[in-house]
């Protein structure tokens, strides 16, 4: 592996891990806009970031169980009509670091901020795949493809030197509704080397471990994607796992993303005057369900008041009948006054009425995905 041609990244970025880099930018920045600046996006990376220098030759085979196999080059996917679409993508390892508190889990330490709302640019996958004759909303092809694999350029460890892979139903591959993207642009700028220049998948609603950078093949499978972070990560276990009695294939790779939220306009401990304090921070939910609510306790979860949400417009170049914000998170803010010591909660509810669970140790597992717990921080009044 060969760290020597990495990107230059934001100094702001707290590193988790430096080779393969995984960095997520500080709290407040989450809050200073709607759509993520990409040089605060999260980067979550398994081995070196791959260099593509040449365009022309670059393309992306599609195989498997089709009838006609297909190489596209940059121009085919450029000729598809274009979409933008607003989505978070959210790490599943995000707020790990917490988790860990209560007992320990393996993977790379993350606070609250492995996610970030941008503006996806690209391609529908469910007009990818009708180049290679698989109409919209197919959830078998007729040789028995079900599942639409990703492999990517890059080499990581954990397949053994092989590429970074992942899959997605079919039926919703071919779902235009679903805004399954091959995306070239980011915030409106061309995609950049550490979100997956020059093409990558975005699913929105799903954990981002299925949104595969780099592209370098589509495969149609009859069965999912049998590579490491499908099959071996990546899967909600119960707190009674451990690594001597995990069974891997008893469990389905997780897809969807539960209710989340948290405070990013605190740290974990905040001292200062007694008065009025600014709470904010993002909610978001996966499968494209919105948040309804997002209620804020100064006292530890006994008393609740609702915060007030918004949606706003980052880039205004982006006509509105092109927008969608379905996938994307909310920000919320609440002003309180904080008179002794408090211990300030957030949890938010989507639309279908799901709620984050109070305790983390109720949700721990071995891998430390998922933490979704109430989001608390404390603050210390000074006299
Ligand atoms: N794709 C490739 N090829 N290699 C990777 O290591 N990491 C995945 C996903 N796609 C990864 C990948 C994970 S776990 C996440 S959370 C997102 O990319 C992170 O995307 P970002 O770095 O653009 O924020
Ligand atoms: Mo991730």
Known sequence: SNYSEEPSRHPSLKINAKEPFNAEPPRQALVSSYVTPTEFFYKRNHGPIPVVDDIERYH?????????????FM???????????????????????????????????????????AIWGGAKLADVLELVGIPKLTSTTPAGGKHVEFVSIDRCKEENGGPYKASIPLSQATDPEADVLLAYEMNGETLNRDHGYPLRVVVPGVIGARSVKW???????????????????????????????????TRRPQMDFPVQSAICSLEDVNVGRKGKIA????????????????DISIDGGKTWMEASRYQKPGLEYIADEERSDKWAWVLFEAEADVH?????????????????????????NLRGILNTSWHRVHVQVRH
């Open 60 to 72: 992306v085979s599609v195989n498997g169980l089709i009838e006609k196999p297909k190489e596209l």
């Open 75 to 117: 121009k085919d996917i450029l000729n598809l009509p274009k979409y933008n679409v607003t989505a978070t993508l959210q790490c599943a390892g995000n707020r790990r670091t917490a988790m860990s508190k209560t007992r320990t889990v393996r993977g790379v330490g993350w606070d609250i901020s492995a996610l970030g709302n």
């Open 215 to 249: 592209l370098d093949s589509i495969n149609i499978d009859s069965q999912e994607c049998q590579g490491f972070f499908m099959q071996k990560d990546y899967k909600m276990f119960p707190p009674s796992v451990n690594w001597d009695n995990i069974n891997w294939s």
């Open 279 to 294: 709470i904010k921070g993002y909610a978001v939910s996966g499968g494209g369900r919105g948040i309804e609510r997002v």
């Open 340 to 364: 002794s010591n408090a211990e300030i909660v957030a949890k938010a509810v989507d639309t279908a009425a799901n709620v984050q669970p109070e305790n983390v140790e109720d949700i721990w």
